[in-house]
């Protein structure tokens, strides 16, 4: 069993939607949850993370932390064209290096 | 605006001719990671310095050599790249390590994609 699963995917919106996606893990130890956003043919770019269980808003974007289900979630309200992209989790804590979920390749359909 | 430059962005090789991949910082960083990225795959590392500390993945092939001359420069050198080592490669930054004082946000370059003919 992988130490992160996500579903990679395609998926496809159109403009406006609320998106959700998601990661689940396996291991307790973590405590940091991240997101990356990642535009084709460049470099994971960070667009939030929490810490522990709870939920974090910045702008557009939702990141939800469910330790007891060991569930992390991103929405992206009112989606935009430009929201298209590889959205990858990743997860660590303490002295464990970063593990990254396979990503999720989304697609804003104007 | 301080950031992590790779390069070349793009780079064509043979079978078994050795490649240098670069990556330079203006973050300051103490720590400098290199991932390999393939098609629809999460980045694996492949290692990393911390400071001039190496820390190879178990892993990772003998194929895949790595410097750090300073704290703004690291080498990814692939001896003899064979036609699975084809991918985008990644070079990010961090301050630590670790998350003993918050979370370890990774500062990622634009990749240098790799391919091998």
């Known amino acids: 069993q992988k130490e992160v699963e996500q579903d990679p995917g395609p998926l496809s919106v159109p403009e406006g939607a609320i998106v959700s996606l998601n990661c689940t893990y396996s291991?307790?130890?973590?405590?940091?949850f991240m997101w990356y956003r990642q535009y084709s043919r460049k470099g994971p770019e960070l667009l939030m993370y929490?810490?522990?269980?709870g939920n974090k808003e910045d702008g557009r974007f939702t990141a939800q932390v469910d330790k007891s289900s060991k569930y992390i979630s991103l929405f992206i309200r009112d989606s935009q064209p430009s929201d298209s992209a590889t959205y990858l989790c990743a997860l660590h804590g303490g002295a464990q290096k970063l593990v990254f979920g396979q990503g999720t390749r989304l697609t804003i359909n104007p | 605006d301080a950031m992590v430059i790779q390069n070349p962005r793009y780079q064509v090789t043979q079978f078994g001719k050795p490649v240098t991949l670069s990556c330079s910082q203006t973050l300051n960083h103490n720590v400098m990671y290199w991932y390999q990225q393939k098609s629809s795959q999460a980045p694996k590392l492949l290692f990393h310095y911390y400071d001039k500390d190496f820390n190879n993945e178990a892993d990772t092939p003998d194929n895949f050599q790595s410097r750090r001359p300073n704290t703004s420069f690291c080498f990814l050198d692939i001896r003899s790249p064979g036609l699975g080592d084809a991918a985008m490669y990644l070079c990010?930054?961090?301050?630590?390590?670790?998350?003993?004082?918050?979370?370890?946000?990774?500062?990622f370059g634009a990749g240098s994609r790799l391919t091998v003919l």
């Open positions: 291991n307790s130890a973590f405590q940091y």
């Open positions: 990010a930054t961090s301050r630590g390590a670790g998350a003993v004082s918050g979370a370890n946000v990774l500062t």
């Open positions: 929490t810490y522990s269980s």
